[in-house]
């Protein structure tokens, strides 16, 4: 049996997956659309809810996903309303 005390975890809601499965028909897309959920999770705990500088490049590093694929992917997430992209004009950063 798996032990899992004092192992980190990155939660994610069903709810979102499911919601990403139904409207992602196409499989290629739905699996990208699952993997960057996915990473965005792991990063959020990884971060700690800081503020992603190189924000693309940080999913990219994580996910394997293409760097032209990441903000089309995060409009999509913020359209369905699972995220909400805040660009801080200074520093060039989204939180």
């Given at each position: ?44 705990n ?37 995220l ?12």
């Amino acid at each position: 049996m798996r032990t899992i005390r004092n192992q980190p975890f990155c939660w994610q809601e069903k709810k979102i997956n499911r919601l990403i499965r139904k409207r992602f028909l196409n499989k290629s897309e739905r699996s990208k659309m699952l993997l960057l959920y996915a990473t965005l999770s792991e990063i959020d705990n990884d971060f700690n809810s800081k503020d992603i500088k190189y924000y693309t490049k940080t999913i990219s590093t994580y996910s394997g996903l293409s760097r032209e694929f990441i903000p089309t992917g995060l409009k999509k997430l913020e359209a369905l309303n699972i995220l909400k992209l805040v660009l801080d004009r200074e520093s060039g950063i989204y939180a």
